[in-house]
C-alpha cells in the first residue's frame, strides 16, 4: 500500500505562484495531479512518469511545470500566473496495479 501526502495550497491572488508537493511512503512510477472544483469533474492537470514524461491539459500549458524527485519519492507542481479558474482541491494520484492511490487534497484559491 502507498500512502499520498500533498500540501503547499493556499489562498493566492490572480497571477501569483504557488508550489504543491506530494510525497509518497514508498517509491513509485507515473504520478499525477487532478483537481476538482466545486460543482465539476475531478481532471488531469499533468502527470509525469518516472523517466520524467511529461503531460498537460491544455488549459495549464505554458503555466504549470510537472516535476519529480525520485530520491525523495516526491511530485511538484509548479503553479504560475494562476487564474481564478485555476481554483479547486489538487490530488495527488498515482496507480499500481490498475488501482488508484490518492491523497487527501489540498486546496488552492486564487481571489482578488
Known amino acids: 500500500q502507498v500512502q499520498l501526502v500533498e500540501s503547499g495550497g493556499g489562498l493566492v491572488q490572480p497571477g501569483e505562484s504557488l508550489r504543491l508537493s506530494c510525497t509518497a511512503s514508498?517509491?513509485?512510477?507515473?504520478m499525477g495531479w487532478y483537481r476538482q472544483a466545486p460543482g465539476k469533474q475531478r481532471e488531469l492537470v499533468a502527470d509525469?512518469?518516472?523517466?520524467?514524461?511529461?503531460n498537460y491539459a491544455d488549459s495549464v500549458k505554458g503555466r504549470f511545470t510537472i516535476s519529480r524527485d525520485n530520491a525523495k519519492n516526491t511530485v511538484y507542481l509548479q503553479m504560475n500566473s494562476l487564474k481564478p479558474e485555476d481554483t479547486a482541491v489538487y490530488y495527488c494520484?498515482?496507480?499500481?496495479?490498475?488501482?488508484?492511490?490518492w491523497g487527501q487534497g489540498t486546496r488552492v484559491t486564487v481571489s482578488s
Open positions: 509525469i512518469t518516472t523517466g520524467g514524461s511529461t
Open positions: 514508498t517509491s513509485v512510477s507515473a
Open positions: 494520484n498515482t496507480k499500481i496495479v490498475f488501482k488508484d492511490y
